[in-house]
């Protein structure tokens, strides 16, 4: 039986908040793993930060609460809105992007090029990094963590109330 300092540590464990950990939301495509690897991931970790990909997380809970669980912990995310041209658009990151945004935290928002014709209008209105080349979207959203979220190594983002 869990008594009710056990519901709390419980609750604390779940609602702690990482402030180096950047939740990444984006199309899970063998298509996309470099631009993940070498931009994406390269990006967040040269401004001190720790990048999360929920498909790369171990866990046996319900994919849904395991997302939910790591944006809110996060202290920013980077949501990629690439996607196949022909399958359409990833309704998950749309998701993924939207929770983070109610939830207050800083939402980076990036897509290749080509497909800026498809985003959705409820996101287009935000500044999106529309990336050409690996190197684009690696420089451009390096520099975009800089302006919005600041280096963790030099400028510790300030304690984000609950």
Known sequence: MIMVPGYQHVAE????K?????FVAMWFDLSMNSAYEEDIKKAVEE????PLRIDQKQHL???DDEIIAEIRRSRFVVADFTHDAEK????????EAGFAYGLGLPVLYTCRE????KLHFDTRQYPHILWKT?????????????????????????????
Request: charged share 35%; glycine share 8%.
């Open 13 to 16: 464990q779940t609602t702690k």
């Open 18 to 22: 990482d402030l180096s950990q950047c």
């Open 47 to 50: 401004c001190g930060y720790t």
């Open 61 to 63: 809970n319900k994919i």
């Open 88 to 95: 359409g658009v990833r309704g998950g990151v749309y998701f």
């Open 114 to 117: 080509d497909l800026k014709e």
């Open 134 to 162: 690996p190197e684009d979207l690696y420089a451009e959203l390096r520099d975009r963590i800089r302006a919005r979220v600041g280096d963790y190594r030099t400028e510790p983002a300030p304690a984000m109330s609950e």
